[in-house]
């Protein structure tokens, strides 16, 4: 328990305005986008200006054996930054600057920098920064590090994970260490650059981090396809990743289609099993790639297909996708998951979505990223209804076990975060699970990092085989 003797003497040794402790202000840092009704109360705010206000809440932590939750945006949706009761959660949203090298084609961005502010710093320096969550407005690019969040552009451009040459982190000592560096071979010593990386704050607390920039893409093209089934669109969508490689390989479910039409009214085909949306940025190759996904989409039965090489067009035959997450934001409680099945049995996942979203009285609708068979079912019920939130909660168990059955995984691009634990118990074996908890235990011995949290929250015989 912290005391305001205590809270005091901390709020000395660091920047001005730093310390929070008004219980309302405490309120709006309790949750993160996960909702969590059983978030904890934080002790405590800390919004660090600098890496030396951040070594020295570790250090405190340390001292008076209080954890410490390590925040960007709170974005996250499986609890990976939702409150402890009586800890410190400390946030990196005050620590913004961006400064880019194009000589060198890196950026270095403080954490709490909003990921759409570090991509349109690369674009003013006519450099591209690929990875593209589709909360990048919103969310911190800390924070995409700690996730090693990914996107649609993935499909072409991989993951954050690649991208990250270097950083600095606070180790929860309050030893600030400098890994990697401006360039790819930069790594003397073991690499443990990508240690921190998706380490979901139970590591160390990023301070700054050395991003690849790179050349700046053509404008995309853009293609959409209607098709009656789902199964069509799958089996286009393999044979288009199989022979292309697309810059964006998306499809919405019916009831994506449907949702997003209620919300939007742009005539989409309410009819239709599935919508796929792709696109290619390989320039003076794009018109070629994009008449062979026509091509393929119509071998597969596709019903109507447009395309465009107007950037701005191309954005308005994206935007039904980002519908979904808009129209369910306005009006319910939001559940953004992850599950990754084969893209052959794709059409038994969203028909198994469907009878669950039956079965349970949630709305469930899906987009697939195809290229990397990486499906977000997105699930929505009433704001403040517990009943409706129990059930949500129940559908998304139903839906983890739908994907193993199908043969797939319950992946993490979202992180594990509290509310995947489960599935990361499932995945790890005893051995992997043993050395994930030594070096949790070697870089954090007293376990004051985001103890609810990825491998932290597991005990020792939590493994698959435990
Ligand atoms: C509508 C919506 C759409 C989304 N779409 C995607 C998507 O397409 N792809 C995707 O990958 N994710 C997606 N997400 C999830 C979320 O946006 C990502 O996980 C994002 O990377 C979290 O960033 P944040 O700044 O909000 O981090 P937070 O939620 O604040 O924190 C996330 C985790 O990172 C840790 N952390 C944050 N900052 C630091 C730091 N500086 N040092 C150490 N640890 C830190 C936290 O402790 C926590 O474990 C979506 C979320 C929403 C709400």
């Known amino acids: 328990m912290l005391d305001s003797e205590s809270l005091n003497a901390l709020a ?35 919004r660090a200006a600098d890496t030396a206000d951040v070594q020295e809440v570790l250090r405190f932590a340390v001292d008076h054996g209080v954890p410490v939750v390590p925040r960007g945006a709170g974005t996250s949706v499986v609890g990976g930054s939702t409150a402890v009761d009586g800890a410190i959660t400390l946030s990196l949203e005050r620590m913004t600057a961006i400064s880019v090298d194009r000589g060198s084609r890196t950026a270095v961005v403080e ?42 552009c993935c499909a072409k451009y991989g993951v954050t994970s690649d991208y990250v040459l270097g950083m600095t982190v606070v180790l929860a000592d309050g030893s600030a260490v400098e890994l990697g560096g401006t360039r790819v071979k930069d790594s003397p010593g073991l690499a443990l650059t990508k240690l921190f990386v998706g380490s979901e704050g139970t590591l160390g607390v990023i301070t700054s981090v050395t991003l690849r920039l790179v050349p700046r893409p053509a404008s995309p093209h853009t293609l959409v396809a209607y098709f009656p089934h789902m ?18 390989l998306e499809i919405m479910d019916s009831a994506a289609i449907g949702l997003a039409e209620d919300f939007i009214r742009m005539d989409l085909d309410r009819t239709a099993g599935a919508l796929l949306i792709a696109r290619s940025d390989a320039g003076l190759g794009a018109r070629g790639e994009i008449d062979t996904m026509q091509k393929t989409c119509e071998t597969h039965g596709a019903t109507d297909v447009f395309s465009t090489d107007d950037e701005f067009e191309g954005e308005v035959f994206d935007r039904p996708r980002h519908a979904i997450y808009e129209a369910l934001e306005k009006v319910d409680a939001l559940i953004s998951d992850d599950v990754a099945v084969p893209l052959r049995r794709l059409a038994e996942l969203t028909d198994g979505l469907a009878a669950i979203a039956e079965r349970h009285g949630t709305t469930i609708v899906s987009c697939t990223h195809a290229a990397d068979e990486l499906t977000h079912p997105v699930l929505g019920y009433p704001h403040g209804d517990d009943a409706a939130a129990v059930a949500a909660a129940a559908a998304r168990v ?26 990361l118990a499932a995945a790890l074996s005893p051995e992997l699970l043993a050395l994930n908890r030594r070096i949790k235990h070697a870089v954090d011995p007293t376990g004051i990092l985001n103890p609810k ?11 698959r085989a435990g």
């Open 12 to 46: 000395e040794r660091l920047s001005p305005g730093a310390v929070l402790t008004d219980p309302d202000l405490l309120q709006s840092y309790r949750q993160d986008w996960s909702f969590d009704p059983e978030s904890g109360t934080p002790a405590v705010v800390v």
């Open 111 to 152: 954490p709490g920098a909003a990921t759409a502010d570090v991509k349109a710093a690369a674009a003013d320096a006519g450099l591209f920064y690929p990875p593209d969550p589709s909360s990048f407005e919103i969310c911190s690019i800390g924070g995409n590090v700690a996730t090693n969040a990914g996107g649609p």
């Open 231 to 248: 199964s069509d669109a799958a089996a286009a969508a393999q044979d288009i990743a199989a022979a292309l490689s697309p810059s964006q």
């Open 398 to 423: 139903e839906i983890h076990e739908l994907a193993v059955a199908l043969g797939g995984t319950v992946p993490t691009e979202y992180g594990i975060g509290r509310h995947k634990r489960a599935a």
């Open 453 to 463: 949290v990825l491998v932290s929250a597991l005990g020792e015989t939590d493994g």
